[in-house]
């Protein structure tokens, strides 16, 4: 039972990897895979730019995804794109003496 577990807990492991890295390549623009996995929009105008292009890319979904990627059905309605903020409910940050006071509750 438990090499069972493990192999089937290895195979959850690598679905959620693999679709994070599919996801990655279909919904960040220009997104190209590095040793250090980072990606980062600096200017107000690529975070715009980057917005409007995961909408793009999530319109284009069932044309361009060779998995099984696509909308989810409720009924004879196809679920909407849904885009979510989160950030710390209060924090100050003093460039003087590099200090940082964050409230740790975060709002969705």
Partial sequence: QLVVFGLSNQMVVAFKEENTVAFKHLFLKGYMDRMDDTYAVYTQTDVYDQ???????????????????????????ETALAVCQQFYKRGTICPGNDTFDIDPEIVT
């Avoid at 319109?59 to 059905?73: M, R, T």
Wanted: proline share 4%.
């Fill in 51 to 77: 917005i409007f292009f995961a909408i793009n890319q999530y319109l284009q979904l069932p044309n361009i995804s060779v998995g099984n990627h696509a909308y989810e059905k409720r009924g004879t309605e």
